[in-house]
């Protein structure tokens, strides 16, 4: 089964766009600062940080 990448790929296009429009408006602090932010709260919505459960057939057979 797929998981969800909805909400972390959200965060980071968002981040991206606030991102550029202050970019272009002269501020790369805060730009970067606030991309940033971004993608530490796309990183901890990703399914990375948060891995599927298995059951235990399938981890005995994974340990082996």
Do not use: D, K, Y
Not at 21 to 38: Q, R
Not at 43 to 50: K, N, Q, V, Y
Request: proline share 6%; with cysteine.
């Amino acid at each position: 089964m797929m998981r969800a990448w909805i909400l972390p790929m959200l965060l980071v296009l968002c981040g991206s766009a606030v991102a550029t429009v202050l970019i272009i408006e002269g501020n790369p602090g805060a730009a970067a600062a606030l991309l940033l932010v971004f993608l530490v709260l796309a990183g901890t919505h990703s399914p990375l940080i948060f891995p599927r459960s298995i059951g235990a057939r399938e981890a005995q057979v994974t340990a082996l």
